[in-house]
């Protein structure tokens, strides 16, 4: 039996709306998938850890040579590399060296035994084209107790007093009779030097009629100095002198 001319028209006229709102939710649905990719700017992208930094020179550098020809001709001892790299099976009585940093050119280490205490700072800087070791400073129980690394002093310049824990002696010559002394925390010129007495080095002071010994002696921007990690060369352990030093 067929149907009656005006069912089979309406059927037919529904149809097609029907088709056209389907295809309509699948692009809309589409759509909504593409703009959903990527990061959303409501949420920020993952935090990413930020590396410790230190100062590091690489190993094998041309400063770090210097200090293994220092560590050989002068301590007349092994080099074990850097202190960080130190094998306890294989290096136990040997010098290594902990890297402390760089300033206008000049940089900084110190050297001790493998697992030991530090015994001197030493300073590399180039000259004549090559890195040489300008200056060594032995590291006792009482400057290991002042803060700061005691880079290379030189006339004309201005440092501050630290690590006295009060005030800082001037004698009337290198090692001489204390006529004064200088707060701790002063800031001092350097008129002369440096000269050495008492296996100290002496500075003369501008303004001052006499001597202050370098140990307590250090540039304003260097007063402080990060404490060592568990696998540097420790320091020895010490006290500043109450009054005055030293």
């Known amino acids: 039996m067929m149907e009656p001319e005006g069912r089979r028209g309406f059927g037919g006229n529904m149809l097609l709306p029907i088709v056209a709102l389907a295809v ?26 930020t590396p410790e930094v230190t100062p590091t020179v690489p190993t094998g550098s041309q400063q770090e040579a210097a200090v293994v020809q220092h560590v050989q001709t002068t301590q007349e ?39 030991s205490e530090g015994i001197e700072w030493v300073f590399v800087e180039m000259e004549g084209g090559a890195w040489r070791v300008i200056e060594v400073t032995p590291i006792t129980p009482e400057s290991a107790a002042v803060p700061g690394i005691p880079w290379p002093l030189t006339v004309g310049v201005e440092v501050v007093v630290i690590g006295t824990g009060s005030c800082l002696n001037v004698r009337t010559e290198p090692g001489g009779d204390a006529v004064d002394c200088i707060t701790e925390g002063s800031p001092i010129v350097l008129a002369a ?54």
Not at 215 to 238: C, F, I, K, N, Q
């Open 77 to 115: 001892a092994a080099y074990a590399g850097a202190c960080v790299d130190a094998d306890p099976t294989a290096d136990v009585g040997k010098i290594c060296s902990f890297y402390r940093g760089e300033r206008e050119g000049v940089h900084a280490f110190v050297l001790g035994l493998t697992f």
């Open 24 to 49: 309509l939710i699948v692009i809309i649905a589409i759509i909504a998938v593409l703009c959903s990719g990527g990061d959303s700017d409501d949420e920020p992208p993952p935090a990413t850890a």
């Open 193 to 246: 030097g440096p000269e050495e007495a008492r296996d100290i080095k002496w500075w003369r002071v501008e303004g001052r009629d006499g001597w202050v010994a370098a140990d307590y002696l250090r540039y304003p921007d260097a007063t402080t100095d990060p404490e060592p990690t568990a696998t540097s060369v420790p320091v020895a352990d010490g006290t500043p002198e109450a009054t005055p030093a030293p």
